[in-house]
């Protein structure tokens, strides 16, 4: 992708090319939300992270691989994000800092709405895709996690099981594969690359590993390990032509 052009020519004239800036837009898993926890007032909240957001894995890659150049990583995730309001907030978290590459991962609230609601996001993926072309960007879809598939016994407040137990039922249910296929559809109408996570999640979760614990909350954020599965994914997409 043009993008690792960019960092190379930047390492070759730092004074006379700008740093590339790579946008990160999507929700609590590109935030950097891992746990969760019940507060005093009995509302959950997220642990933050964001030393171990997969952005930050790649930008530590990169850093490797082009040691002299500087990245400008912009990081647009907010926790419970569905696409419709990414594209409300396109504008001010994504388009206004010009970004060179800009990688979008929505899903896994989204797929919440059920089947009956694919047209929510589709509709809201076909903006965004389209005003991210349309300002001379980069692209890339990239796929999320899987959901939990089983309640953990990790698991002990009973507001956080009726949250996985939501998840769960989602995921066998197939609502996840279901919006996924679509936006991979759309992804491929705007010459949008995919970098298929959740392929490899499914994978795993054929050959028996237990995906769920794979979750640092149990039910839908992967664990700080797991984010350098979705670093190094990116990484061979950016590596393609």
């Given at each position: 992708?043009?993008?690792?052009?960019?960092?190379?020519?930047?390492?070759?004239?730092?004074?006379?090319?700008?740093?590339?800036?790579?946008?990160?837009?999507?929700?609590?898993?590109?935030?950097?939300?891992?746990?969760?926890?019940?507060?005093?007032?009995g509302?959950?909240?997220?642990?933050?992270?964001?030393?171990?957001?997969?952005?930050?894995?790649?930008?530590?890659?990169?850093?490797?691989?082009?040691?002299?150049?500087?990245?400008?990583?912009?990081?647009?995730?907010?926790?419970?994000?569905?696409?419709?309001?990414?594209?409300?907030?396109?504008?001010?978290?994504?388009?206004?800092?010009?970004?060179?590459?800009?990688?979008?991962?929505?899903g896994?609230?989204?797929?919440?709405?059920g089947?009956?609601?694919?047209?929510?996001?589709?509709?809201?993926?076909?903006?965004?895709?389209?005003?991210?072309?349309?300002?001379?960007g980069?692209?890339?879809?990239?796929?999320?996690?899987?959901?939990?598939?089983?309640?953990?016994?990790?698991?002990?407040?009973?507001?956080?099981?009726n949250?996985?137990?939501?998840?769960?039922?989602?995921q066998?249910?197939?609502?996840?594969?279901?919006?996924?296929?679509?936006?991979?559809?759309?992804?491929?109408?705007?010459?949008?690359?995919?970098?298929?996570?959740?392929?490899?999640?499914?994978?795993?979760?054929?050959?028996?590993?237990?995906?769920?614990?794979?979750?640092?909350?149990?039910?839908?954020?992967?664990?700080?390990?797991?984010?350098?599965?979705?670093?190094?994914s990116?990484?061979d997409?950016?590596?393609?032509?």
């Amino acid at each position: 992708m043009k993008i690792m052009n960019l960092l190379a020519e930047k390492g070759k004239d730092r004074w006379g090319k700008k740093s590339p800036t790579i946008a990160f837009l999507g929700d609590s898993v590109t935030q950097g939300c891992f746990e969760i926890y019940t507060k005093n007032d009995g509302s959950i909240e997220a642990v933050f992270d964001k030393n171990a957001t997969y952005h930050g894995y790649l930008n530590q890659i990169l850093t490797e691989l082009f040691p002299d150049t500087t990245l400008n990583i912009i990081n647009a995730g907010i926790s419970g994000d569905r696409a419709p309001l990414g594209a409300e907030r396109l504008q001010r978290d994504v388009l206004d800092y010009s970004p060179d590459l800009t990688v979008v991962c929505y899903g896994l609230n989204d797929n919440g709405w059920g089947k009956e609601g694919l047209h929510l996001y589709t509709d809201a993926l076909d903006d965004i895709f389209t005003r991210l072309k349309a300002a001379g960007g980069e692209v890339i879809f990239m796929t999320p996690n899987m959901q939990n598939t089983e309640i953990s016994c990790h698991l002990t407040d009973e507001k956080h099981r009726n949250s996985a137990k939501g998840a769960m039922e989602s995921q066998l249910a197939g609502n996840l594969d279901y919006y996924l296929a679509a936006a991979k559809e759309l992804a491929k109408k705007h010459g949008v690359k995919v970098c298929d996570v959740y392929a490899k999640w499914k994978k795993m979760a054929e050959l028996g590993v237990n995906t769920t614990e794979l979750l640092a909350n149990k039910i839908n954020h992967p664990t700080r390990k797991m984010n350098w599965l979705f670093a190094t994914s990116l990484l061979d997409t950016l590596l393609e032509d």
